[in-house]
């Protein structure tokens, strides 16, 4: 358990060494109950070896086009009536959807279309309407769009954007793939969050279908030693326990069937190999040594009990005779 002074003194060297990169600074923040909470960005390397699939369709749902029309005829839209295809990400069940929003001022009662275009009316956006009011510059040429602060569906937007990995974007032909080993990434997270979680969120970010429990987390050290986190463990505690260096330990994500590797064999992984087959032949050597050291063990306990089971039994021979 750390004291104050030792916390602040991690977290002081953690973003000493990451200098000028304030965006991978960690902060801090004391609730009323004394408990600390970290945040900030968790670097994360790839190293999945089976396919990862990526998302189809965004998580944002897209609500189904309505006509006004009275509820006893049916869609003039779509022969199909309410029902609706599989939507594919970046595509739309009704081409209507697609058009410019319609422009009605005051429409004939009863007539459920413009008199123009003999399209179903639809509601005026007034947002969509206020982004797409333009204004003249000094030159006649040139129109600039009216500058304006972040709407709600923009930060939607910006929320339900999709992330790349190592340059690979969605693409229907190649949503199935596997990321080149060690390409990193991160994951901005708190120090309360859980390996499961963590993943998860990792997985949210890149809009990755796979379960979450096909993977793991895994601390690879520059010695070789690989070790699984568990799923109660906290991934930011263990970033800042070890430095925010990544040639000292990096943090995987793997395949959950993937083997540890401990220290002891960790230590020989580096070697050249005529070494290690001389290690190897050292280690065969010394266990047929201990092999013949515990059957020497055996055979002279074997002859010290019939021994003493022979020394046992003379004396009942006598008495029998």
């Not at 009316?121 to 972040?150: T, Y």
């Not at 000292?248 to 590797?261: C, G, Y």
């Not at 020989?268 to 190999?273: H, I, R």
């Not at 070494?275 to 266990?287: A, D, F, G, R």
Request: aromatic fraction near 8%; charge should be negative.
């Amino acid at each position: 358990m750390l004291n104050q002074a030792e916390f602040l003194s991690l977290i002081n060297t953690y973003n000493c060494f990451l200098k000028d990169q304030t965006q991978l600074h960690l902060s801090y923040s004391q609730d009323n109950n004394g408990e600390v909470t970290v945040e900030g960005f968790l670097n994360i390397s790839w190293g999945v070896q089976r396919p990862i699939r990526l998302k189809i369709q965004d998580d944002k749902q897209i609500l189904p086009f309505i006509p006004l029309v009275s509820s006893n005829a049916s869609s003039p839209v779509s022969p199909l009536g309410s029902k609706r295809g599989m939507t594919r990400w970046g595509e739309y069940a009704d081409l209507h959807q697609i058009d410019e929003e319609a422009v009605v001022n005051d429409p004939l009662p009863g007539f459920p279309y413009e008199t123009s275009t003999l399209r179903p009316i639809k509601q005026r956006s007034l947002e969509l309407e206020a982004e797409s009011n333009l204004f003249r510059c000094m030159s006649d040429a040139s129109l600039v769009k009216r500058r304006r602060g972040k709407s709600t569906s923009q930060k939607e937007k910006e929320r339900q954007h999709r992330f790349s990995i190592n340059g690979h974007f969605y693409n229907y032909k190649t949503a199935i793939f596997t990321p080149s080993y060690g390409t990193p990434t991160k994951v901005r997270i708190t120090s309360t969050m859980t390996t499961n979680e963590v993943i998860e969120q990792l997985l949210h970010k890149f809009k990755i279908e796979n379960d979450p429990q096909e993977f793991a987390l895994y601390c690879v050290h520059q010695s070789g030693e690989k070790r699984k986190l568990s799923n109660t463990d906290q991934p930011l505690w263990e970033r800042i326990l070890q430095g925010p260096s990544d040639d000292i330990m990096k943090i995987f994500l793997m395949d959950r069937e993937e083997e540890e590797v401990s220290n002891d064999v960790a230590q020989y992984l580096n070697l050249e190999l005529p070494i290690l087959e001389q290690v190897l032949l050292k280690l065969k050597e010394e266990e047929s040594r201990e092999i013949q050291r515990v059957i020497s063990k055996y055979h002279h306990q074997h002859r010290v009990l019939s021994h003493i089971l022979s020394c046992k039994m003379s004396p009942h021979i006598e008495t029998s005779v």
